[in-house]
């Protein structure tokens, strides 16, 4: 595949690796197309840090550091701008606000917590709760209804081990979504060769049934996962059983502006 938008630094304090072996990484590994997309900050009150995404006082860094390592390597690679951000609707205004200072190329849509990193669960733990896997769709739907994501990452990062009549209803409202609004949804690498609970078989079953669009992202959090599929047979294989095509990954990017 040409293109790679789903990628960190380690800004987010679980990454690790230099802007520049992300990009001489995929250089190498023959892409024509490099998003960074680290976890975006949150416009949280001064009493709350987060450890695992970047704060806001880092933001000129990384797209200052970006911008002008773009233009040093673009006779080799287009470098886009980007950031991995959760939808949390008590701070997505103010976050895009100040996210349009700058020259932000695209944002995908990760939700880990729901309703918010403060005051919420993660969506990662497992569960048998039906409220939680309901709120988790909800929540990446009204996202997505913004128009403001050009993806939504790892749609299947819910961890509900109930009842699979319950799951299946629920989910096929989020991939009903995704296609009404033209939105693709990512097969996640790192979780696969993390060996985290997605991608899932019964998400990608439901979804290749319904007609959803997909783009691979290799969620890098080091250098050497900006590789392309075919290094990781395993991962092809769970792609062919669901019928997914790789093709060159190309996004049209939506702007936030």
Do not use: W
Request: with cysteine; hydrophobic share 35%; aromatic share 12%.
């Amino acid at each position: 595949m040409l293109a790679n938008y789903h990628s960190h630094t380690p800004r987010c304090n679980h990454a690790t690796g230099s802007e520049r072996e992300y990009i001489e990484s995929a250089i190498a590994n023959g892409f024509k197309i490099l998003g960074f997309s680290d976890h975006t900050p949150q416009p949280y009150p001064s009493s709350y840090k987060s450890h695992i995404r970047m704060g806001m006082d880092e933001l000129e860094n990384y797209v200052d550091t970006l911008i002008k390592l773009r233009e040093e390597y673009k006779d080799d690679i287009t470098i886009y701008i980007g950031f991995e951000v959760e939808y949390f609707r008590k701070y997505f205004d103010a976050l895009i606000k100040e996210l349009r200072n700058y020259p932000v190329d695209y944002i995908i849509q990760g939700q880990h917590f729901i309703p918010d990193e403060i005051d919420g669960f993660y969506a990662g733990a497992p569960t048998t709760d039906d409220q939680h896997l309901i709120d988790y769709v909800d929540t990446a739907i009204e996202g997505m209804q913004t128009g403001m994501f050009t993806y939504l990452a790892h749609p299947d990062l819910i961890y509900y081990n109930g009842d699979d009549n319950t799951y299946k209803k629920h989910m096929e409202r989020l991939v009903a979504a995704s296609i009404d609004l033209n939105i693709p949804l990512e097969v996640n690498l790192l979780g696969f060769t993390g060996k985290r609970n997605y991608p899932c078989d019964k998400f990608f079953d439901l979804a290749t049934e319904m007609g959803a669009n997909f783009v691979i992202g290799c969620d890098a959090h080091d250098p050497q996962s900006v590789c392309q599929p075919e290094l990781n047979p395993e991962f092809m294989a769970f792609l062919n059983k669901h019928n997914i095509t790789i093709g060159d990954n190309i996004c049209t990017l939506r702007s936030i502006k």
